[in-house]
T-cell receptor
Framework: GAVVSQHPSWVICKSGTSVKIECRSLDFQATTMFWYRQFPKQSLMLMATSNEGSKATYEQGVEKDKFLINHASLTLSTLTVTSAHPEDSSFYIC??????????????FGPGTRLTVL | AQTVTQSQPEMSVQEAETVTLSCTYDTSENNYYLFWYKQPPSRQMILVIRQEAYKQQNATENRFSVNFQKAAKSFSLKISDSQLGDTAMYFCAFMKHATSGTYKYIFGTGTRLKVLA
């Protein structure tokens, strides 16, 4: 249980194009979804928090017009990197929260998407 | 603001031995949650164990257990009978329970563990 998928797992795009990454909770309804960015050999950096039906909350320094987040349902959130540039190349990870019996909002993570911008 | 510190960037352990990864945190909150995640070479983040701060009993999950010292703000992970599949990056994470619904994780910088055959 508590499986989160991401699609695509790997994408290469040309500079200036937009890329959409999907995050789905497969066997549960997610209260909230989170988007992270991870550089090689570093920790996860939270980009934004996404609640179904409302606007995402972005962390300081993250451009909301560049990283568009849509949370259309309790099982799907999308991250669109607009007008991508080589510096946007990174590993993007989503997570979804499951409210457990202990009221612990445990995050379950997707497998990640490697974005390479040429 | 809360911070999470993992002071061991890299560690190694012989197969079947026991290893302890350290994590300390700083918070003024009384009600919060702590987690250990592993990230193997596949880069999939996997929940290892979680601890509620209001529980005095240390959490255990098979070969994994924690030593939670609330007063010292310490949350170490012990891996017993280490296996080659335990080779991964391990992240400690702190989460504050908030009625407002904002319950972000704060991650440590990670400890890279290598299990040696």
């Amino acid at each position: 249980g508590a499986v989160v998928s991401q699609h695509p797992s790997w994408v290469i795009c040309k500079s200036g194009t937009s890329v959409k990454i999907e995050c789905r909770s497969l066997d549960f309804q997610a209260t909230t979804m989170f988007w992270y960015r991870q550089f090689p050999k570093q920790s996860l950096m939270l980009m934004a928090t996404s609640n179904e039906g409302s606007k995402a909350t972005y962390e300081q320094g993250v451009e909301k017009d560049k990283f568009l987040i849509n949370h259309a349902s309790l099982t799907l959130s999308t991250l669109t990197v607009t007008s991508a540039h080589p510096e946007d190349s990174s590993f993007y990870i989503c997570s979804a929260t499951l409210r457990s019996s202990g009221r612990t909002y445990t995050q379950y993570f997707g497998p990640g998407t490697r974005l390479t911008v040429l | 603001a809360q911070t999470v510190t993992q002071s061991q960037p890299e560690m190694s352990v012989q197969e079947a031995e026991t290893v302890t990864l350290s994590c300390t945190y700083d918070t003024s909150e009384n009600n919060y949650y702590l987690f250990w995640y592993k990230q193997p070479p596949s880069r999939q983040m996997i929940l290892v164990i979680r601890q509620e701060a209001y529980k005095q009993q240390n959490a255990t999950e098979n070969r994994f257990s924690v030593n939670f010292q609330k007063a010292a703000k310490s949350f170490s992970l012990k891996i017993s009978d280490s296996q080659l599949g335990d080779t991964a990056m391990y992240f400690c994470a702190f989460m504050k329970h908030a009625t407002s619904g904002t319950y972000k994780y704060i991650f440590g910088t990670g400890t890279r563990l290598k299990v040696l055959a």
